[in-house]
């Protein structure tokens, strides 16, 4: 993908519809900067390893297991996923969560030995709580490290790293859970810091170079609307919205054509997959999200 990047943004347990009535600042600001939005995208399991998972290797868990991954207690490094494909392709590549409790590979799991990516946070994240302190939100997740949500810390990292790789190709991985994990109504004291790293990012010129992919796992998976016929629907419908340069979408008019026609279909974290794999080579590219 010539002078192509790209970064994944995921934002834990948010539907798509709780992301509009939760996010309302940050939703008019990429309804103007124009976004494609994924009105199907849909879980394939409960919680977010086994849909984050088949996002980055394309492989269920009982797959995972049986190629990489036998037992609990075994680490990830045999298990291949999908920075591995970008490393090959000489792009730089970045793994980030801001909860180092839950992490999607560490939660209950032994994580990895080695760095999987060339930038890994996970220790300077672990380092920051201990010696700056933290806030936890319920039972699951650090909300604030020092006085800053673990989410803004986050988003400046992600906007820092994406200006020092201004001239190289790169793909980008952020998950944040700390703000939005347990309570629906949490996204909302996010919505000004999201609002602003995207506006942040756009004015500064690195957004018209970048594709990005904001997305979620799944909806909020307990609590008193989970309960609702609504939050058990929303709890399948996560969000995926696609932001695309103007650039890119006229170089590759077939490709946007059967993205937009993938709008009004059910998709699922193996259809991402391969739209992933697709950035890397798109000479080859006609079916994102297949």
Same mark, same amino acid.
């Given at each position: 993908? =010539? ?10 347990? %948010?539907?798509?519809?709780?992301? *509009?009535?939760?996010?309302? #600042? ?17 879980? %394939?399991?409960?919680? &977010?390893?086994?849909? !984050? %998972? ?5 492989? @269920? ?18 298990? +291949?996923?999908?920075? *591995? ?10 793994? %980030? ?5 839950? /992490?999607?590979?560490?939660?209950? #799991? @032994? ?31 650090? /909300? ?33 859970? @700390? ?20 506006? =942040?990012?756009? #004015? ?7 594709? !990005?992919?904001?997305? @979620? ?10 309960? &609702? ?53 798109? #000479?080859?590219?006609? +079916?994102?999200? +297949?």
């Amino acid at each position: 993908c =010539v002078g192509c990047v790209w970064f994944l943004l995921g934002l834990d347990a %948010v539907s798509r519809l709780n992301f *509009h009535r939760q996010m309302p #600042k940050t939703s008019a600001l990429l309804s103007e900067i124009g976004t494609t939005e994924m009105l199907g995208y849909n879980k %394939v399991e409960d919680n &977010t390893f086994p849909n !984050v %998972v088949p996002v980055l290797s394309g492989m @269920s868990i009982d797959e995972l297991k049986i190629n990489c991954w036998p037992e609990y207690g075994d680490v990830f490094d045999d298990c +291949h996923f999908v920075w *591995h494909d970008y490393q090959n392709a000489n792009f730089s590549t970045t793994f %980030v969560e801001d909860s180092t409790m839950i /992490g999607m590979f560490n939660n209950f #799991k @032994s994580g990895f030995f080695k760095k999987p990516t060339d930038h890994y946070l996970r220790p300077i994240m672990i380092q920051a709580e201990n010696e700056l302190g933290h806030e936890s939100i319920r039972n699951t997740t650090i /909300g604030c490290i020092g006085p800053r949500l673990g989410m803004t810390m986050l988003l400046d990292y992600a906007f820092k790293i994406a200006l020092s790789l201004a001239n190289h190709v790169y793909m980008n991985i952020f998950w944040t859970t @700390s703000l939005t994990h347990d309570y629906i109504e949490y996204p909302k004291f996010g919505d000004n810091d999201l609002r602003e790293f995207f506006d =942040v990012f756009n #004015k500064s010129g690195e957004l018209n170079k970048t594709i !990005v992919i904001l997305m @979620s796992d799944h909806g909020i998976r307990w609590g008193p609307f989970r309960g &609702t016929y609504q939050g058990s629907l929303e709890d399948k419908l996560p969000m995926l919205k696609f932001i695309i340069p103007e650039w890119f979408q006229n170089m590759y008019p077939s490709a946007m054509e059967n993205l937009n026609k993938n709008t009004l279909r059910l998709t699922t974290p193996y259809d991402l997959h391969e739209t992933l794999l697709d950035f890397i080579d798109t #000479k080859h590219q006609t +079916h994102p999200t +297949h």
